[in-house]
Nanobody
Framework: QVQLVESGGGLVQPGGSLRLSCTSS????????VGWFRQVPGKEREGVSC???????YYADSVKGRFTISRDNAKNTVYLQMNSLKPDDTAVYYCAADTRPPFYINVKPSCPPARIYNDWGQGTQVTVSS
């Protein structure tokens, strides 16, 4: 059973924008730490951004100033707005949620490690190419 579902990926030209969505029919996402990750075949998974239960947000240096994470509690959706996209942003993007108590308490000014996330979506492909 898929607990998290990503959408919004696609093909975009360099400099373009996409908005990814992560939603769940099972979890109330504003009660969870939620992270966005990306992975290119042959490379390690990379943390992109995260939003905590407290609403604090953090970003990888590679996307700061270009990506914005947000959530819409009424729609139970977490978004990743991606602007000024570069070919290096090409990857499969995954959302993940910390869904099992006790929930991780983040005390550092950065995203939690991937190991704290219990549930992962199946991913959405983002391709940045002319």
């Amino acid at each position: 059973q898929v607990q998290l579902v990503e959408s919004g990926g696609g093909l975009v030209q360099p400099g373009g924008s996409l908005r990814l969505s992560c939603t769940s029919s099972l979890f109330t996402l504003h009660n969870n730490n939620v992270g966005w990750f990306r992975q290119v075949p042959g490379k390690e998974r990379e943390g992109v951004s995260c939003i905590g239960r407290d609403g604090l947000t953090y970003y990888a240096d590679s996307v700061k100033g270009r990506f914005t994470i947000s959530r819409d509690n009424a729609k139970n959706t977490v978004y990743l707005q991606m602007n000024s996209l570069k070919p290096d942003d090409t990857a499969v993007y995954y959302c993940a949620a910390d869904t099992r108590p006790p929930f991780y308490i983040n005390v550092k000014p950065s995203c939690p490690p991937a190991r704290i996330y219990n549930d992962w979506g199946q991913g959405t492909q983002v391709t940045v190419s002319s």
